[in-house]
């Protein structure tokens, strides 16, 4: 193993798996926050000057960092909740020019039984004010959401996950599949009920999703992590869902199966997609997928090929793709979210494949105990940032590619 050094004010150790040549540099970037959990963090235009703003789902708040000053903005506050916030999805719900968002809270863990409050945050004319916030509905261990147009009609609609079944126990979780739930937006988004339809209750432990568009039809699917491993899941209308089994995950005994994140690089060439994921559920394998031929609609025997690209990590969290050399292939960045050892610490790690093997780069090691990332072009120079937040270490990062 080789190891690179060079001055980024303070010092980063690039690590690779193989002795070829680092391929990236970077300068970090702590933000003005201290967090308790940084359960999620994205990217938006909150304030419409045309910059992508930070958003941070943090344990009794959701607030935003206004590019560029990262100035904080605190729009929501539940300090006296026995239970945390923990996932949000951005969207302009009442069409009224400015962005919203549906958040999740009352996370309990081990409750799968009640809890799960799923809420819409609406923004005023300054959306540095704290913002509406009203409850639509509940699902007990609600731990993801995110936007996706189904039918193809131009009206997103907001898809629900829970964690667990409801009513599930440890330490199988098998019991019961969880309730994949599909809100459409209702005419009076602010006073109408919001009625919720079931997708699929057929999967288990879904810990994540990823919203893609694998057919170019404009209809979205959900990629689905969960024991089942990664599940392409379609519905139009009121139609019954397909789900087209596309990665295996890890095989075992639960709890200690399938997958756990995952993020799809949508490639120009049908056939040559990509998945990146956890495995197995919480755990301790960088694995990518990569799409064999085309994924058929009802073809459950054509899974992707599986490769473990990572296995020097205690507890992974979260991954995302950018193409940082803009070579027309993308990069795999992954956050591991506790210690293993001195020399495989909690962080941003980054996966080049060089001549076929993956190769592996750690960015500043124990700086961030990664809970969520994502990459995004923060300051329109045509190359993507990584935005990470931190676990055990309560804190926010942006590393720019130098």
């Known amino acids: 193993m080789k190891r690179f050094y060079f001055s980024l004010g303070a010092t980063l150790l690039l690590t690779f798996c193989s002795t070829a040549r680092a391929q990236f540099e970077w300068r970090a970037d702590v933000l003005p926050v201290t967090l308790q959990v940084g359960y999620a963090v994205r990217t938006a235009d909150i304030n419409g000057d045309k910059q992508l703003d930070i958003v941070i789902v943090d344990s009794k708040r959701i607030l935003w960092l206004e590019n560029p000053t990262w100035k904080l903005h605190e729009i929501?506050?539940?300090?006296?909740?026995?239970?945390?916030?923990?996932?949000?999805?951005i969207h302009d719900i009442d069409n009224d020019g400015r962005l919203d968002m549906a958040v999740g809270s009352d996370w309990q863990f081990g409750n799968s039984d009640s809890g799960g409050q799923i809420g819409l945050l609406f923004a005023g004319e300054d959306p540095t004010q704290p913002w509406t916030y009203r409850e639509i509905g509940t699902e007990p261990t609600t731990h993801r959401m995110a936007w996706a147009d189904l039918d193809g009609n131009g009206q997103q609609e907001l898809i629900v996950a829970p964690l667990k079944g409801r009513g599930t126990r440890p330490p199988e979780l098998t019991q019961h599949g969880i309730r994949l739930l599909r809100y459409v937006i209702p005419q009076e988004p602010r006073t109408a009920n919001w009625e919720p339809s079931v997708i699929t209750n057929s999967l288990k432990v879904m810990h994540n999703l990823d919203v893609v568009d694998l057919d170019k039809n404009g209809k979205h699917e959900i990629v689905a992590?969960?024991?089942?491993?990664?599940?392409l899941v379609r519905q139009e209308g009121d139609k019954p869902a397909s789900l087209v089994h596309i990665g295996s995950g890890q095989v075992g005994n639960a709890p200690l199966?399938?997958?756990?994140?995952?993020?799809?690089?949508q490639a120009a060439q049908p056939?040559?997609?990509?998945?990146?994921?956890?495995?197995?559920?919480?755990?301790?394998k960088v694995v990518v997928y990569a799409e064999a031929a085309p994924t058929k609609t009802t073809d459950n025997g054509n899974l992707w090929k599986r490769t473990e690209v990572d296995t020097e990590l205690k507890w992974g969290h979260a991954v995302a793709w950018s193409d940082?050399?803009?070579d027309g292939t993308p990069e795999l960045v992954a956050g591991v979210r506790d210690d293993q050892n001195a020399s495989h610490r909690c962080g941003v790690r980054l996966y080049k494949r060089i001549d076929g093997q993956w190769q592996r780069q750690l960015i500043e090691p124990g700086q961030v105990a990664v809970e969520d990332l994502v990459t995004a072009d923060l300051n329109q120079d045509g190359q993507d940032e990584i935005i990470a937040v931190g676990r055990a270490t309560h804190n926010a990062v942006i590393y720019w590619k130098k």
């Open 76 to 89: 929501y506050s539940t300090p006296d909740a026995k239970f945390d916030n923990v996932c949000v999805a």
């Open 324 to 326: 940082f050399d803009h």
């Open 257 to 265: 199966i399938g997958s756990s994140e995952v993020k799809v690089w």
């Open 225 to 231: 992590a969960s024991f089942e491993g990664l599940t």
């Open 271 to 284: 056939g040559a997609r990509l998945a990146a994921t956890i495995e197995p559920w919480h755990g301790d």
